[in-house]
Each structure stands twice: as structure tokens, then as C-alpha cells.
Nanobody, 123 residues
Framework: QVQLVESGGGLVQAGGSLRLSCAASGRTFSSYVMGWFRQAPGKERELVARISRSASTYYTGSVKDRFTISRDNAKSTVYLQMNNLRPEDTAVYYC?????????????????WGQGTQVTVSS
């Protein structure tokens, strides 16, 4: 069992920045692939960024060069630094963990989820 707790969401003006954190329980954090997803009202949950066990990263096209995912295995925490935020980034952001071997692109490939944190970007 893995428990994930997100923090760092809030209200920010367009062009601003936020840093999301996700703290994980358990002693095997380094063995998990970690992902950040988001879900806007009326839309499907989508992958924003993913970081592998070896810290290689993947970003969806709309956030490339604006968002940075990172992990600190000593603190069992994954971060999402979001810069130059846009109104279309408004959503509930979730972190998730996955084990095994897969593409880790779809929500169904992840085993555990946090409760989500709201990010609202005003224009």
C-alpha cells in the first residue's frame, strides 16, 4: 500500500508559477515510476509528466519547456515545477505511482493516487 499526499496548489495569475509536491509513504519510493496527471471539468484525466526510476522524464506537448518534474528519493517526494502558467492549465492535479514495466502513459497503468490539488490560473 502506498499513500500519496499532494500539496502546493492554489490560485495564480497567468504567467505565474507554482510548485506541486507529492509525498509518498513506504520504503520503496525509488522503485516506483511517478506521474502527475490533471483533470479539468468535463475532460478526461491526462498525463502531464512522468519520471522513471532512473529519473528520465516525459512531458505532454502542451507543458514542455514550462513544467519540470523531479524526484527526491531520500524524501520520498516528487515535484512538479510549473512556470508560465496559462488559464488552460486550470485543473485538479493528481500524483500517481506505478510499478512494473509499461509505457505509463494512461491512468490505468498507475496503481496508487493522491487526493488531488486544485490549480486555478486566472487570465
Amino acid at each position: 500500500q502506498v499513500q500519496l499526499v499532494e500539496s502546493g496548489g492554489g490560485l495564480v495569475q497567468a504567467g505565474g508559477s507554482l510548485r506541486l509536491s507529492c509525498a509518498a509513504s513506504g520504503r520503496t519510493f525509488s522503485s516506483y515510476v511517478m506521474g502527475w496527471f490533471r483533470q479539468a471539468p468535463g475532460k478526461e484525466r491526462e498525463l502531464v509528466a512522468r519520471i522513471s526510476r532512473s529519473a528520465s522524464t516525459y512531458y505532454t506537448g502542451s507543458v514542455k519547456d514550462r513544467f519540470t518534474i523531479s524526484r527526491d528519493n531520500a524524501k520520498s517526494t516528487v515535484y512538479l515545477q510549473m512556470n508560465n502558467l496559462r488559464p488552460e492549465d486550470t485543473a485538479v492535479y493528481y500524483c500517481a505511482s506505478a510499478s512494473g514495466w509499461s509505457t505509463f502513459v494512461s491512468p490505468g497503468e498507475y496503481d496508487y493516487w493522491g487526493q488531488g490539488t486544485q490549480v486555478t490560473v486566472s487570465s
